[in-house]
């Protein structure tokens, strides 16, 4: 490692190897790095806010201007729980939540490449269609990491602040939704009987694993003590359910996922391989086999197969306490593990 950062004013980077006793370091001049195109980071970001907002209308009305009317059915339900409220107003509520949670993921990355020193572009943001409105959004990094310490980090940032900021919106939903009165209690038990699946387990105030994520059923539960006479907010619920779902994706240990650094980093190539299939493993029995496809199809596409990402300095082992922290990325994907929706 101290060879890389010697090098390093240089213009060089040095990338050290290890096969059994032997010990390979290739020094290379460093390649030109362009700068960040921020006009089109700022693009994204509004053309994915636009379409978010949209996805947040679809949700709470079940309309998209211009092409679907409103849900009747939704439509009485918002009227006995938010009677008067703004559709834009709560499709608003639905974008700030969900893009704090995907942007607050994405800077988490962006404040390690920082802090190490190393560059990496703006985060990307991607659109798309409703119910959910994007794709997510993604940094780049313009070289590798220097060694398998800031592989780890570089892992798991983004899935820690994405997780943390997941339960604070889902715990704000659960506790500062509508208030619960006798009357509305008739009116929904009327309208569940004839409707109820209509809204799913959104409109309800218990939630059951593995249909939800365990982490939203442990706060479901702590805010049922706490605050008992709330019908939990469906915006802030729903961004709460795909920030879940966006670091289970995230951290399960496959190819150049997050959770595939964090192993990657920790256990070295070899033991990659094999925790690259145990996540496709993982991926299949929750029936998320698109997204299982897609990570079969990009590497395939890259040509590196499981390889994941590999820092310049693969030799010196990853710190003892990020052994220790990789219990955190195994305790996320316990609490965020669900099944994905029939």
């Not at 995907?102 to 703006?122: C, M, Q, R, S, W």
């Not at 982490?215 to 469906?234: A, E, G, K, Q, T």
């Not at 590999?310 to 219990?327: G, I, T």
Request: one cysteine or more; glycine letters at 10%; a positive charge.
């Amino acid at each position: 490692m101290h060879l890389v950062e010697q090098l390093r004013p240089e213009g060089l980077i040095a990338a050290i190897r290890g096969t059994g006793d032997a010990l390979t370091i290739k020094v290379f001049q460093k390649p030109t790095i362009n700068p960040s195109r921020r006009k089109i980071n700022l693009g994204f970001f509004l053309a994915t806010l636009a379409t978010v907002t949209l996805a947040g209308i679809y949700v709470w009305s079940g309309a998209i201007p211009g092409i679907l009317a409103p849900n009747p059915i939704v439509d009485q339900y918002n009227s006995i729980v938010s009677p008067g409220a703004n559709a834009l107003i709560e499709a608003t509520i639905f974008a700030v939540a969900l893009l704090a949670i995907i942007g607050l993921h994405e800077f988490g990355h962006k404040a390690t490449t920082v802090y190490h020193k190393l560059d990496a572009t703006f985060p990307y943001f991607i659109p798309g269609p409703p119910p959910i409105g994007t794709f997510g959004a993604l940094i780049s990094l313009k070289g590798p990491p220097t060694n398998r310490d800031q592989l780890f980090d570089l892992g798991l940032s983004g899935p820690v602040v994405g997780f943390v900021v997941t339960m604070a919106v889902g715990l704000a939903g659960m506790l500062f939704g509508a208030p619960l009165t006798q009357t509305k209690i008739t009116e929904l038990t009327s309208w569940n009987t004839t409707w109820g699946a209509q809204c799913g387990g959104s409109c309800l105030t218990d939630l059951s694993f593995p249909a939800y994520p365990l982490i939203l059923v442990i706060l479901s539960n702590l805010s049922s003590s706490i605050s008992p006479n709330v019908i939990f907010d469906r915006q802030l619920l729903f961004a709460a359910q795909i920030g879940a779902l966006i670091t289970f994706l995230n951290i399960v240990p496959a190819w150049q996922l997050d959770g595939g650094h964090i192993s990657r980093a920790v256990f070295g190539p070899r033991v990659h391989r094999v925790a690259t299939l145990m996540g496709l493993g993982v991926l299949l029995y929750t029936r998320f086999y698109i997204f299982a496809i897609f990570v079969l199809i990009m590497m395939t596409m890259t040509g590196r197969g499981f390889a994941g990402v590999e820092p310049l300095d693969d030799v010196s082992p990853v710190s003892n306490s990020r052994k220790a922290l990789y219990v955190v990325g195994l305790a996320m994907l316990v609490l965020t593990f669900a099944n994905a929706p029939l």
